[in-house]
């Protein structure tokens, strides 16, 4: 008998396990993860940017979670010598049009408390010398990361508590009574007093494995990345962000540097058709019908029709990809783009169209649910776990968990 199992060896999951092993010293924590190996999905092919938390609404958990992270991000890094670097970020306005947005944005920083400066053209190309633009914002917090090497740590941690880890582990079924629940796995049963569901990709299906019904549906968006040829590296000093779309939910492509010096363009964001679809070749005839017959999927394309299109014709024409990150470093060429590995966004849409644009935290019968944690998930790791277990109930079974 367990006394928390998490489902979901991801960022979030590794967190929220550490997190409980801090709180509950004396617990009996299980991880559960179905893969070979921890931070095998988002965690793992994301960009390893330490948000700041200039971009989301005000109040939100996003914002709170993102700003408080960037901070404990780089502690954690400190205090377990993981390479990290606060490089700073200019998010800048190609066009003359863009300035409201870009203007709001910088409200928007400055109402989040995020340290940032409203920079011109000039200033830009001072911290980003090969950066053509009409306008900027200098985010001073943002830095990066490899998430892989932080989730590592995590799981070491949690192995340091007392905690079990288990890979190549899926739960397939889930049997709640009052007091426990059993999650039954392809390798083995196990029985728990609590479950935490951190699932990804696969967080709304489990979530109903659990009698809960998160009123959304996980639609899995790729995002396809180039790399910058090593001879060209120095176009790009650190990150280098468009004004985003308010009504999108993507950032757009922009460049981004990696903690081991190569440099990132994209992504784009194209619907895979499959949860854990990397290529474009990849197919889940489930995944894809789930999408397909989802009414919300079909009113969220009718709204932003325009801009899907846009990310079509990126994904299937290299010469589309380089004309928008020309918009912003003019100087970049086709032939001095590769491919690189792509990720996959687990976004959770609602049935009337409407994405998710907050992490979806819900509760059920001795559990909690994370339903949607897209980026900023893997900056504010840390304080998402906090807060999970800190929404989970005193309760008397618990009292012997306690220091």
Request: charged share 25%; hydrophobic share 35%; with cysteine.
């Amino acid at each position: 008998m367990y006394d928390f199992a998490i489902i979901g060896g991801g960022i979030v999951g590794l967190s929220t396990g550490m997190a409980l092993g801090k709180r509950y010293p004396h617990a009996r924590i299980l991880v559960l993860e179905k893969e070979s190996k921890w931070a095998f999905h988002q965690t793992g092919n994301n960009s390893g940017v330490i948000h700041s938390g200039i971009y989301y609404k005000p109040g939100s958990f996003k914002a709170k979670f993102c700003r408080d992270g960037c901070r404990s991000m780089v502690e954690f890094c400190q205090e377990h010598g993981i390479d990290y670097e606060v490089c700073g970020k200019v998010i800048v306005a190609t066009e003359e049009e863009e300035l409201p947005r870009l203007e709001n944005l910088y409200k928007r920083g400055l109402e989040n408390g995020i340290e940032i400066n409203r920079i011109s053209p000039e200033e830009v190309k001072e911290i980003e010398p090969h950066v053509k633009c009409v306008g900027g914002i200098h985010v001073l917090s943002t830095g990066i990361v490899n998430y892989k090497q932080v989730c590592e740590k995590y799981a070491q941690i949690i192995a340091q508590q007392g905690g079990e880890l288990r890979l190549n582990t899926k739960v397939e079924k889930i049997v709640t009574s009052s007091n426990t629940q059993v999650l039954e796995t392809n390798n083995g049963t196990f029985e728990a007093r609590f479950v935490i569901n951190c699932a990804g990709l696969h967080s709304d299906r489990v979530a109903k494995l659990g009698k809960v019904d998160p009123q959304a549906k996980i639609v899995p968006f790729r995002g396809e990345y180039y790399e910058l040829t090593p001879e060209k590296r120095y176009l790009v000093k650190g990150l280098i962000y468009p004004v985003p779309n308010p009504e999108f939910p993507f950032l757009g492509v922009h460049f981004t540097r990696m903690i081991d010096g190569s440099v990132h363009a994209g992504p784009n964001a194209v619907l895979s058709l499959k949860r854990e679809g990397y290529n474009k070749t990849d197919f889940d005839l489930r995944d894809f019908a789930e999408v397909m017959t989802y009414a919300g999927f079909w009113k969220l394309a009718a709204k932003h029709a325009d801009e899907g299109i846009k990310e079509i014709v990126r994904s299937l024409s290299k010469a589309a990809f380089t004309r928008s990150l020309q918009k912003l470093i003019p100087e970049v060429q086709a032939e001095d783009l590769v491919p690189t590995h792509a990720g996959v966004r687990a976004q959770a849409l609602m049935n009337d169209g409407k994405l998710v644009d907050d992490f979806l935290i819900l509760h059920g019968q001795n559990s909690v649910h994370v339903c949607n944690a897209p980026s900023p998930a893997a900056t504010s790791s840390i304080e998402i776990g906090k807060a999970i277990v800190a929404q989970i109930p005193e309760q008397q079974h618990l009292e012997t968990a306690l220091v």
